[in-house]
C-alpha cells in the first residue's frame, strides 16, 4: 500500500509540474506596439485567403445587425450608424426625418411635450382624465383659470399662453 500512495504522490506531483510549466511559460509571444492589425487577421492569413481589402465592421456594409427581431424594426442603419427611430429626434420613424426644434420624437412621432396629453412632459407621460397638459405638466381644471400672473411674466406672453392654454382646453377630448 505504500508504493501505491507513493506512486499517486509522483504521479499527481508530476501532472502539477507539467501543468505549471504549460500554463506558467514566462515567456510571451506579445505583439510590439503598432504592429497589430485592426482586423485581428494576420496580413499574411489574409492574402491567402484573398481578402486584401477586408471591409470594417459596421451597419452600412452589415444593415441588419442593428435589427434586434422586431417588426417593424426599432433599430435601423442611417449614416453608418444604428438609430433607434422612436426616439431619435434627428431620425424620427424614417431615417433623416428630423423632429422641428420644439418637438421631441415619441414611439415615431414628432411631439410637442408641452401640449400633448398623451407625452406630457415627457414620451408616454398620459395625463388623467379631467387634467391637460399645460407647458410639459398635467394641469387640473379649465386652463384660462390657471395663474399665469406671475410679475417675472410680459403682459403680452400671458395673454398668449392664456388664448394658447383655452384654445388646448377647448379641443382635448379630456376636459372635465
Known amino acids: 500500500m505504500r508504493t501505491q500512495t507513493m ?7 508530476l501532472l502539477l509540474v507539467l501543468l505549471i510549466k504549460i500554463e506558467g511559460d ?3 509571444d506579445s ?30 456594409t452589415r444593415p441588419l445587425i442593428c435589427n434586434a427581431g422586431e417588426i417593424p424594426p426599432r433599430s435601423v442603419c ?3 450608424k444604428c438609430v433607434d427611430l422612436t426616439s431619435d429626434s434627428y431620425n424620427c420613424g424614417f431615417c433623416g426625418l428630423a423632429c422641428p426644434f420644439n418637438l421631441q420624437c415619441c414611439n415615431r412621432l414628432c411631439v410637442n411635450t408641452n401640449f400633448s396629453p398623451f407625452n406630457c412632459g415627457a414620451c408616454g407621460r398620459v395625463c388623467p382624465i379631467g387634467r391637460f397638459c399645460f407647458l410639459g405638466a ?11 400672473n406671475h ?19 377647448q379641443t ?3 376636459r372635465p
Not at 484573398?50 to 451597419?59: A, I, S, T
Open 78 to 80: 442611417c449614416r453608418n
Open 7 to 13: 506512486q499517486f504522490t509522483t504521479l499527481v506531483t
Open 172 to 174: 382635448n377630448i379630456f
Open 26 to 28: 514566462s515567456k510571451s
Open 31 to 60: 505583439i510590439p506596439n503598432g504592429e497589430v492589425n485592426k482586423n485581428f487577421m494576420t496580413n499574411t492569413v489574409a492574402k491567402k485567403v484573398g481578402m486584401d481589402d477586408l471591409e470594417p465592421f459596421n451597419c452600412s
Open 138 to 148: 398635467c394641469a387640473l381644471g379649465n386652463p384660462s383659470q390657471t395663474s399665469l
Open 151 to 169: 410679475p417675472s411674466i410680459p403682459k403680452i406672453v400671458r395673454k398668449r399662453l392664456n388664448f394658447l392654454s383655452l384654445f388646448i382646453y
